[in-house]
């Protein structure tokens, strides 16, 4: 029993090491900037596990971009936060049948 459960322990730890995040491009989107309000446009954004590594304009390098998704004639924006709620409504609002 002691076997199967350290075959289990390790089968899982090798699972994990090598499931490693693969690296994606988005590339000829705009993208839009609320900070300064631009939009650059033909931009490529390079996504690397959960992290942005860069966004850049113009052509590049096919090599370091992984696996590309073609976004030409698509926007991209930041993730926004919906922050809609309301606090002073009444609780039985939401007990009525």
């Given at each position: ?52 590594e ?41 007990t009525?049948?």
């Amino acid at each position: 029993m002691k076997i199967v459960r350290i075959c289990i322990v390790l089968s899982v730890l090798l699972a994990v090491s090598i499931a490693r995040a693969e690296k994606i491009s988005l590339v000829g989107a705009t993208v839009i900037n609320p900070a300064d309000g631009k939009a650059l446009p033909n931009a490529t954004v390079v996504i690397d596990g959960d992290k942005i590594e860069r966004v850049s304009m113009g052509k590049q390098d096919a090599a370091t971009l992984g696996k590309q998704i073609s976004c030409v004639g698509k926007f991209i924006l930041p993730g926004y936060i919906d922050t809609h709620v309301h606090f002073f409504q009444s609780a039985d609002l939401f007990t009525r049948p």
